[in-house]
């Protein structure tokens, strides 16, 4: 059916029309906001390479998570920034940490707002590597048990969900058993199951203070060119008992999503990462670009490409936006 007969301008005249047809929506209940969380009073240090974004001590989480609640945001995922850093990550599981203390501190603020923690060691190790280290090469097998648990350490402080971050293989169900044997078998896991080796996480890690001293992390994230790969990994991590799969950076890799949206069924998340906040941010700010306009089609991007659920930077803000759209 081709012109005259069918002309698609039709659907495209008008607002209503346009709403109408639409195949692809945003909701402010699909986004999770990313917090770092630092030791100390009063800090609330602005991320210079990620304008808006902040560390923040935990006596600042009131002003917050009051914030994220009124704006309807269902979820936070939340980093740390340990006080030290050792070669056994202890900071990572320490039943007083950063992370853990956070959890106990938004739960008094809202019980009902989602607690997400990322769950991964390169915060916490002083080489800045996502497991441990032997002659320069990260250990696999023995990570896991750090990895698993640091996860019941953040179960145990309340958290509700746990994401690890980490990339090692079978962690997904190191720590499924881990939370299984202490009680948490209601936990869920959400796993960066297609975490890719990326240069797009730069700013993230002035903001976590987690690069690596020496090395990269090419040997345990993914190799950016591989995409049939991804779904070999996320097939692994649902056997292991991952409840939410997820695509890690996403607009580089909304193929990727779209791969695993048609093979799976599972609940899948993208991560909306810190450099593809701040090329949008720097862009805005020169005026090179309208930031509203760009970040809500950037989200629509990354849902229509499949995924469920967006962790970002841009949450806020979106959260407002969409919500000013309800009542324009
Ligand atoms: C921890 C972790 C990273 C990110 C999330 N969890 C950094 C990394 O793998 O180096 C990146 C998030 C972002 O760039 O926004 N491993």
Redesign the pocket.
Known sequence: MYYPVYRPRRLRKSAALRALVRETEVSVNDLIY?LFIIHGQKIRNEIPSMPGQFQISIDQLDKEIEEITKLGIPGVIL?GLPETKDPAATGAYDEDGIVQEAIKKIKQINIDLLVIT?V?L??YMDHGH?GITKNGEVQNDLTLELLAKTALSHATAGADMVAP??MMDGRVAAIRSQLDEGGFEDLPIMS?AA?YASA??G???EA?D?SPTFGD?RSY?MDPPNALEALREVAMDIEEGADIVMV??ALSYLDVIAGIRSEFDYPLAA?N???EYSIIKAAAEKGWIDERKVVLEVLTSIKRAGADIVLT?HAKDAAKWLNDKATD
């Open positions: 990313p980093f990322d991964c390169c915060e996502c971050s980490d960066y975490k797009f996480y700013p993230f890690r976590a987690s992390r994230q890690k950076p991560y990462v810190s450099g930077y």
